[in-house]
Structure formats: structure tokens, C-alpha cells
């Protein structure tokens, strides 16, 4: 716990240089103790919260989503946005059947909820979104590569 604490801390400095927005997982004690810009869901947490207690003046409230109705239940559990993955292989997933571009095309487009692409993502793949509804990108392995005082 202390060390995600100070790795949030070191996130949202290096974030805040930037003027890039950090949102926590599953957090929302973290995520207001270090003025987080947001609360990342895992997909079961969509089942059992409603946005009205996640909430914050400025927050964004996401929530994971790997199918069509884990996307629907993040847009009724009123979500903000949901992450969609995997989009393309990846190797902190490295068993997880990637979606691919056409499948991620169609969920996002279905979805009711702006949608952000999540899973195996740098500058190749990315440009092969282009076009498929996302709303944006999202990344883990991206983080762990960049060195942030």
C-alpha cells in the first residue's frame, strides 16, 4: 500500500508538468488523497457501484469492459467512460484473446458510452484505430517504460 501511494504521488506530479489527467484503479481513497482526476473500475465493480457515490467535482469515472454486455453495464451503472480491451495482443495479458480492430469497432459503436481503446497499443497499432469509434487510448506497459522522477 505505501509503495502504490508513493508511486501515485511521483504520477500525478510528473502528470500534472504534463497537464495530463491520472485516474486511479479501484481506488477512490487513493484517488482523493493524492487529487486524482479520476476512478478507474475494475469490470465486477460496475455490477455493485453507481456513479453517485464514486463522485468528485471534475472526476471521470471509468470502468473496464472486455465484451458487449460488460460495456452495457458500465454505461447503466452510469460510467463516464468504460476501457475496452484487449484491443490488440499484449504482454500484460499475455492469455487474453485479443479483440482486434473490427470487433473493437463494433462493441464501440453499440456501446452507449464513449469508449477508450486499452490493450497492446503503440504508435502501429494505434493508427489502426483510426476511425473505430474510440475516444481515446489507454495504456499500461507505456507507464512502466517511461522513467517519472
Not at 3 to 27: V, Y
Not at 61 to 79: D, F, I, Q
Not at 83 to 101: D, K
Request: positive net charge; glycine residues 10%; aromatic residues 4%.
Amino acid at each position: 500500500a505505501a509503495a502504490r501511494r508513493l508511486w501515485a504521488r511521483r504520477l500525478i506530479a510528473a502528470c500534472r508538468r504534463h497537464r495530463l489527467r491520472l485516474s486511479i484503479a479501484g481506488d477512490a481513497a487513493l484517488a482523493r488523497e493524492i487529487r486524482a482526476d479520476g476512478l478507474h473500475l475494475p469490470e465486477a465493480a460496475s455490477r455493485r457501484h453507481r456513479r453517485r457515490g464514486l463522485r468528485r467535482p471534475g472526476w471521470i469515472v471509468t470502468a473496464a469492459t472486455h465484451s458487449p454486455a460488460a460495456l452495457r453495464r458500465a454505461a447503466r451503472a452510469g460510467a463516464d467512460a468504460a476501457l475496452l480491451s484487449p484491443v490488440f495482443a499484449t504482454r500484460s495479458h499475455p492469455g487474453a484473446t485479443a479483440l482486434g480492430v473490427i470487433r473493437f469497432t463494433a462493441w464501440t459503436r453499440a456501446a452507449g458510452l464513449p469508449v477508450y481503446a486499452l490493450g497492446g497499443l503503440d504508435d502501429s497499432t494505434a493508427r489502426r484505430l483510426i476511425g473505430g469509434g474510440a475516444v481515446g487510448l489507454a495504456g499500461i506497459g507505456i507507464a512502466a517504460r517511461h522513467d517519472f522522477p
